[in-house]
């Protein structure tokens, strides 16, 4: 199943650097990431879809989760 993911996020990084405006490519690979547990490139792939599109709640929906799922939130809260 990594693999098929893994090489998901290639396809959709191929994508992305013919449409490096086109937000949705970035959420999309951002998910990838997620499932394959790469926090830190999927929080990067969110904040660039939410600096294309900020009226995205989807993408702010995935970059929090992302956050939370990498513990950054979590300490942000806490004051760390």
């Known amino acids: 199943l990594k693999t098929t993911i893994s090489?998901?996020?290639?396809?959709?990084?191929?994508f992305?650097?013919?449409?490096?405006?086109n937000s949705e490519y970035y959420g999309k690979r951002g998910l990838c990431?997620?499932?394959?547990?790469?926090?830190?490139?999927?929080?990067?792939?969110f904040k660039e879809q939410v600096s294309l599109d900020p009226q995205n709640t989807?993408?702010?929906?995935?970059?929090?989760k992302g956050l939370l799922y990498s513990g950054e939130m979590t300490?942000?809260?806490k004051g760390e």
Not at 7 to 14: F, I, L, W
Not at 38 to 44: G, H, P, R, V
């Open 58 to 64: 989807t993408a702010w929906y995935h970059l929090i």
């Open 33 to 45: 990431l997620l499932e394959m547990q790469q926090w830190d490139k999927a929080i990067s792939d």
């Open 16 to 21: 992305q650097i013919k449409n490096s405006k």
């Open 75 to 77: 300490d942000s809260l």
């Open 7 to 14: 090489q998901a996020c290639a396809n959709v990084r191929e």
